[in-house]
């Protein structure tokens, strides 16, 4: 009530009040609860609203990937797909340092592409760094990217053999013909 001193309760009292209000409010049902919540907000000050605001982040915004063992983090990270890895590792550095060096997940990933998976290599970057690269290569097929050509003359029958390596082309067009080209490759 405005123009009323607030005295404060003794500690032994308070903490039977409070005892009092939380078996009563325990026995609330959902609506009931919440108008209470709503009557005890509207009588707060700032100091108590900055105090309700600070817990409820705490309660309402834990990071549990940061909480987790490490273990149990990755066990996680293995039922997620690859894409959703990929957006995980965007929300902060900590989530991408944890996703980043599960070797588990990763080596998962590639093999889902269908990748022979070296057990021996136990790099989490290695296998994050292939299964990228794959991605991209499958992209880059899937937008008819990932091939340059080019005409080669030489001559103008039908070729019957390729043999490419180290940069040279080799055409085969009759028996007696071999065609030798250079052409410039793409690093991978």
Not at 21 to 40: E, G, K, P, Y
Not at 85 to 112: A, H, M
Not at 124 to 141: E, F, I, P
């Amino acid at each position: 009530v405005a123009g009323r001193s607030h005295v404060p309760m003794e500690k032994a009292a308070f903490e039977g009040w409070l005892e009092s209000v939380s078996a009563t409010f325990l026995t609330l049902n959902d609506q009931q609860r919440n108008q209470s919540l709503d009557h005890l907000i509207s009588l707060s000050g700032a100091v108590q609203l900055r105090h309700l605001s600070n817990g409820l982040e705490t309660l309402l915004k834990r990071d549990f990937l940061r909480l987790l063992p490490l273990e149990l983090a990755f066990y996680l990270l293995r039922w997620l797909d690859p894409q959703t890895l990929l957006t995980c590792c965007l929300v902060c550095k900590q989530w991408n340092k944890v996703i980043s060096s599960c070797t588990e997940v990763w080596q998962g990933v590639c093999r889902d592409l269908g990748w022979r998976i070296d057990e021996s290599i136990q790099d989490a970057s290695h296998w994050k760094g292939v299964y990228l690269k794959a991605k991209l290569r499958m992209m880059q097929l899937k937008d008819q990217e990932a091939f340059e050509t080019s005409s080669l003359i030489g001559h103008s029958a039908r070729v019957y053999a390729l043999y490419y390596k180290d940069g040279l082309l080799c055409t085969v067009f009759s028996i007696r013909n071999v065609s030798v080209n250079t052409l410039q490759t793409q690093s991978d």
